[in-house]
Nanobody
Framework: QVQVVESGGGLVQAGGSLKLSCAAS????????IGWYRQGPGQQREMVAT???????NYADGLKGRFTISRDNANNRVYLQMNSLKPEDTAVYYC?????????WGQGTQVTVSS
């Protein structure tokens, strides 16, 4: 069974940091581009960052410099380092494996930033 699982969310004060992790079981995503997305309360899901199979990265406007996406293909993981967090970063963060169809999305991990 293929499963994408996010971890690392939690409650943090404004200005703090968190590192999210995305792992897959049952299948390797070494050759897939991966994205981190988020959905805040009452908002649509939006792209945060993506990383290609070769490591090329792309960020949503305003997040580059605070957020860093990276991958460890040997361990089938992708990370999202989030620094200088703001209350508006509060959201459920999702990992998305491009090309996996119905198995593409994880269940998400909650990030809450208090002011």
């Amino acid at each position: 069974q293929v499963q994408v699982v996010e971890s690392g969310g939690g409650l943090v004060q404004a200005g703090g940091s968190l590192k999210l992790s995305c792992a897959a079981s049952g299948r390797t995503f070494s050759f897939n581009a991966i994205g981190w997305y988020r959905q805040g309360p009452g908002q649509q899901r939006e792209m945060v960052a993506t990383i290609s199979a070769g490591g090329r990265t792309n960020y949503a406007d305003g997040l580059k410099g605070r957020f860093t996406i990276s991958r460890d293909n040997a361990n089938n993981r992708v990370y999202l380092q989030m620094n200088s967090l703001k209350p508006e970063d509060t959201a459920v963060y999702y990992c998305y494996v491009i090309g996996w169809g119905k198995d593409s999305w994880g269940q998400g991990t909650q990030v809450t930033v208090s002011s």
